[in-house]
């Protein structure tokens, strides 16, 4: 079947709920909400992720490019301007010396344990940057793990792979672990879309305002099969 894909909203909100549930809320009950969160928060909302998920959908506070096969999601990339996603892997590294914050962020993906190892995560990514395209583009950083030539668990890999978003086009910038990298890439807005416009205060660690760029929500659409 010809899988296709559609943003992260109130109406795709059920597929997105029913691959959360099917895998017993991912990772012990995050429903994907860990890199949303400010310090303090989390205590705030332990035990009601999904409630806390489902209304920053709700108010356009959370987005993700879903993969579907069928009506079924199989997967997702989520991705947000960078105070929507202030809560990064080894932050405390990632800010020493630290310039200009990003426009965007893409933090992690999810894919289906019956449907890995067939390059959803890969699709969910180009979706991901497309729908940033659309919404006007700019500055994008990713948080991607090296585990080259060894196996690890998935739970290592949420944040996705070095050579995959190398593959799409991304710049590894620098190490903040082991094997934690920063990559990078600028994605222009789409043709006939204005550049974003993504406030982010002062641009330090930490201050960040950015905010959704007003205009048409991202489009669904077929991917073309493998």
Excluded at 19 to 36: K, P
Excluded at 68 to 97: H, M
Excluded at 137 to 146: N, R
Excluded at 174 to 190: G, L, N
Aim: hydrophobic share 35%; charged share 25%; glycine share 12%.
């Amino acid at each position: 079947m010809t899988l296709t894909s559609a943003p992260l909203s109130e109406s795709t909100w059920p597929a997105f709920a029913q691959l959360v549930e099917r895998h017993g809320g991912i990772f012990g009950g995050c429903w994907c909400i860990a890199f949303h969160l400010e310090p303090g928060e989390n205590k705030e909302w332990a035990g009601r992720y999904r409630e806390l998920k489902h209304a920053r959908v709700r108010e356009g506070r959370a987005h993700a490019a879903l993969v579907f096969d069928g009506s079924a999601a199989v997967g997702w990339c989520q991705f947000g301007p960078t105070a929507e996603l202030p809560n990064i892997r080894s932050k405390k590294d990632y800010e020493k010396g630290l310039g200009d914050l990003p426009d965007w962020r893409i933090t992690c993906f999810f894919i289906d344990r019956e449907r890995r190892g067939e390059g959803i995560a890969s699709r969910a990514l180009e979706e991901a940057v497309r729908y940033i395209a659309e919404a006007g583009g700019g500055t994008v950083e990713a948080y991607p793990e090296d585990y080259t030539g060894q196996r690890t668990s998935n739970s290592f890999l949420c944040s996705g792979t070095l050579g995959m978003f190398i593959k799409a086009g991304f710049q590894p910038r620098r190490k903040i672990a082991m094997r934690r990298w920063v990559v990078a890439r600028t994605v222009p807005p789409a043709s006939g879309r204005r550049p974003a416009r993504v406030p982010l205060g002062p641009r330090r660690p930490r201050q960040g305002t950015a905010r959704v760029p007003s205009g048409r929500p991202p489009s669904a659409r077929s991917l073309r099969p493998s």
